[in-house]
């Protein structure tokens, strides 16, 4: 697969590479956030039509996320989101997309870095460039895309420009996924408080109950399977519901750091991530089953500039995949805790969020200064203020316990 990077000039136009001079390409677009089922569906329908097409298949991804750049420049006089601002709202990285795409059998990605000025290009501009540069015969879209000045682009509007000048056709993947949610439209991260997986709090009620739930929250319906429902979910502490829209464990990523070195002296050494490296949507405080993966030394492309430093290198992504493929020796079961340590935090007067990993392996592990991957599986309970460290380390034993059960 190759990766190519692209930067706009600042009247927004691209220098899209030339492909081949005879092959053409199958062309999806858009962000990806997550690379839940759906997209999944669209990736997958992509290479399907570039096989049978004996095309490229093509991936046009934009970073950062369009909301995101829209929001900065609505913020701050129309400027562009500064290259490497850390997006702690992006479900995943784009390396992290990039691999999954690879896995799907992507043959090009290219990642377009999102700038006011190319957002005003029309999407017949940004089309005619695909069929011209990329030599687009098809482009797959799902049923809610849009694309181009003021998102003017959409499935409609773009299935009349393919009619029209019969120079690319439009494939439509249909929605996928159970319908749709209501999500309530002030949904801050909420820590639930009973221990254990957190239940959708609609389920079972009838439909004068959901309807008065829905007006108290100011609900709103969403597609199932979509990256704003699965950031709900994971604000929620519902792990298992977001894993299944995702059909993979949700994942962040850091660098690991030196934390208080309380851990080691209570026999639960952990690995604590560097804020500011973090890439990925944290879910809300809480203790939690998974995994931790060694990704190696950071190196220069650790995702520490923010969610779209892609490491757009063929030798280092498949070296990650390695790495986090089941069964790998850098990966452990691991307990995960999110939270300002509540049973110390009056004694230290330390009040962070802090998000670190108990590794359950039989040796000392060396962390310090790696990049770490951290995949979470389930909720386990909320973060408590134990009366004395010796009751904190009993309840970690059986976080533990109950951790190697849920990753059996
Ligand atoms: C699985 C797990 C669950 C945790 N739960 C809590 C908790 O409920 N309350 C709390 O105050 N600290 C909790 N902690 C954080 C510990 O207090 C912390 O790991 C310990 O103080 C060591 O900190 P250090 O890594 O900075 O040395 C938890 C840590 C882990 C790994
Ligand atoms: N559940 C789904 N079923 C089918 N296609 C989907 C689904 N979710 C997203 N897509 C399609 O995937 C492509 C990429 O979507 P993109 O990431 O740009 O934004 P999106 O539609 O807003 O996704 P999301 O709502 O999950 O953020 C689009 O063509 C979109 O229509």
Same mark, same amino acid.
């Given at each position: 697969m190759n990766i190519t990077r692209l930067t706009p000039d600042p009247t927004g136009l691209v220098d899209w590479?030339?492909?081949?001079?005879d092959k053409k390409s199958v062309v999806t677009v858009g962000v990806?956030?997550?690379?839940?089922r759906g997209h999944q569906a669209v990736i997958a329908r992509v290479v399907e039509l570039a096989k049978q097409y004996d095309a490229f298949s093509v991936v046009v991804l934009f970073d950062p996320r369009p909301d995101a750049a829209h929001r900065y420049a609505a913020e701050h006089?129309?400027? #562009?989101?500064?290259?490497?601002?850390? #997006?702690?709202?992006?479900?995943?990285?784009v390396d992290d997309r990039v691999r999954m795409m690879r896995d799907l059998g992507v043959d090009q990605v290219l990642i377009v870095r999102y700038t006011m000025a190319f957002a005003a290009k029309s999407y017949r501009f940004f089309l005619g460039q695909m069929v011209g540069?990329?030599?687009?015969?098809t482009l797959v879209l799902g049923q809610d895309a849009a694309m181009g000045k003021g998102r003017a682009g959409d499935v409609k509007a773009i299935a009349t420009l393919a009619a029209a000048t019969g120079v690319f056709e439009l494939d439509v993947v249909d929605d996928r996924g159970p319908g749709q949610v209501r999500i309530p439209l002030d949904a801050e991260p909420h820590m639930p408080t009973e221990w254990g997986e957190p239940k959708d709090p609609t389920a079972g009620m009838g439909k004068a109950e959901l309807r008065a739930w829905s007006k108290k929250h100011q609900a709103r319906l969403h597609r199932t399977w979509s990256s704003t429902n699965v950031r709900y979910l994971l604000g929620q502490g519902r792990i298992a519901d977001a894993d299944a829209i995702l059909g993979h464990a949700h994942a962040v990523e850091g660098t690991v750091v030196h934390g208080e070195e309380r851990g080691r002296t209570i026999g639960f050494p952990t690995a604590n991530l560097d804020e500011a490296s973090i890439v990925g949507y944290l879910p809300v405080d809480g203790v939690y089953a998974g995994w931790l993966v060694d990704m190696g030394p950071a190196g220069d492309g650790d995702g520490a500039a923010g969610?779209? #430093?892609?490491?757009?290198?063929d030798r280092v992504a498949s070296d990650d995949k390695a790495r986090i493929a089941?069964?790998?020796?850098?990966r452990w079961p691991a307990a995960i805790s999110i939270g300002t340590k509540p049973t110390f935090s009056e004694t230290t007067g330390l009040h962070e969020r802090v998000v670190e990993a108990y590794a359950i392996a039989d040796d000392w592990l060396e962390l310090y200064g790696h990049r770490v991957r951290v995949e979470f599986v389930g909720f386990l309970r909320p973060q408590v203020k134990f009366d004395s460290a010796d009751d904190l380390v009993a309840e970690l034993g059986r976080n533990v316990e109950e951790t190697k059960r849920l990753t059996a």
């Amino acid at each position: 697969m190759n990766i190519t990077r692209l930067t706009p000039d600042p009247t927004g136009l691209v220098d899209w590479p030339t492909l081949s001079n005879d092959k053409k390409s199958v062309v999806t677009v858009g962000v990806f956030d997550g690379m839940h089922r759906g997209h999944q569906a669209v990736i997958a329908r992509v290479v399907e039509l570039a096989k049978q097409y004996d095309a490229f298949s093509v991936v046009v991804l934009f970073d950062p996320r369009p909301d995101a750049a829209h929001r900065y420049a609505a913020e701050h006089n129309g400027m #562009d989101l500064p290259a490497g601002t850390p #997006d702690p709202q992006a479900l995943s990285g784009v390396d992290d997309r990039v691999r999954m795409m690879r896995d799907l059998g992507v043959d090009q990605v290219l990642i377009v870095r999102y700038t006011m000025a190319f957002a005003a290009k029309s999407y017949r501009f940004f089309l005619g460039q695909m069929v011209g540069k990329l030599g687009m015969r098809t482009l797959v879209l799902g049923q809610d895309a849009a694309m181009g000045k003021g998102r003017a682009g959409d499935v409609k509007a773009i299935a009349t420009l393919a009619a029209a000048t019969g120079v690319f056709e439009l494939d439509v993947v249909d929605d996928r996924g159970p319908g749709q949610v209501r999500i309530p439209l002030d949904a801050e991260p909420h820590m639930p408080t009973e221990w254990g997986e957190p239940k959708d709090p609609t389920a079972g009620m009838g439909k004068a109950e959901l309807r008065a739930w829905s007006k108290k929250h100011q609900a709103r319906l969403h597609r199932t399977w979509s990256s704003t429902n699965v950031r709900y979910l994971l604000g929620q502490g519902r792990i298992a519901d977001a894993d299944a829209i995702l059909g993979h464990a949700h994942a962040v990523e850091g660098t690991v750091v030196h934390g208080e070195e309380r851990g080691r002296t209570i026999g639960f050494p952990t690995a604590n991530l560097d804020e500011a490296s973090i890439v990925g949507y944290l879910p809300v405080d809480g203790v939690y089953a998974g995994w931790l993966v060694d990704m190696g030394p950071a190196g220069d492309g650790d995702g520490a500039a923010g969610a779209g #430093d892609a490491r757009a290198d063929d030798r280092v992504a498949s070296d990650d995949k390695a790495r986090i493929a089941a069964g790998s020796p850098w990966r452990w079961p691991a307990a995960i805790s999110i939270g300002t340590k509540p049973t110390f935090s009056e004694t230290t007067g330390l009040h962070e969020r802090v998000v670190e990993a108990y590794a359950i392996a039989d040796d000392w592990l060396e962390l310090y200064g790696h990049r770490v991957r951290v995949e979470f599986v389930g909720f386990l309970r909320p973060q408590v203020k134990f009366d004395s460290a010796d009751d904190l380390v009993a309840e970690l034993g059986r976080n533990v316990e109950e951790t190697k059960r849920l990753t059996a």
